[in-house]
């Protein structure tokens, strides 16, 4: 990881680390929050990037339709559901969160965090 992105990856895991119990963001949201709108496969290498036993909520980071991300490793779709589910987010038939329930909307500036751009 280069300085440049460890910056980056820190501004994202302050925006996670802000989203409550019980309520999931997308990354979009995380890499907008974060001051790196459009970047949100941005954030999806950082949350890939944490290490294990991390305390950094990353379970709380879904993608746009409401579901969980793929993984290439096995059974991490699972685990993730399974974090979100002992918060009390529920999961439809398809798989889906109710974003328009369960959507975490910070009241405004996300603290600690800048508004600048990626470099």
């Known amino acids: ?12 895991y302050a925006v996670v680390r802000r989203i409550p119990a019980g309520r999931v963001a997308t990354y979009g949201q995380v890499a907008e ?14 949350m890939h990037a944490l290490p294990h036993g991390t305390t950094v909520p990353w379970h709380r980071v879904i993608n746009a339709k409401g579901e969980v991300s793929r993984r290439r490793r096995p059974g991490g779709e699972l685990s993730q559901r399974m974090l979100l589910e002992e918060e009390g987010v529920g999961f439809d038939l398809r798989g889906r969160v109710a974003l328009g329930r369960v959507r975490w909307r910070p009241r405004g500036r996300v603290r600690g965090v800048g508004a600048r751009r990626a470099s």
Do not use: D, N
């Open 1 to 12: 990881m280069t300085p440049s992105s460890s910056r980056t990856y820190e501004r994202i």
């Open 33 to 46: 929050l974060a001051g790196l709108p459009g970047h949100a496969r941005q954030v999806g290498y950082a």
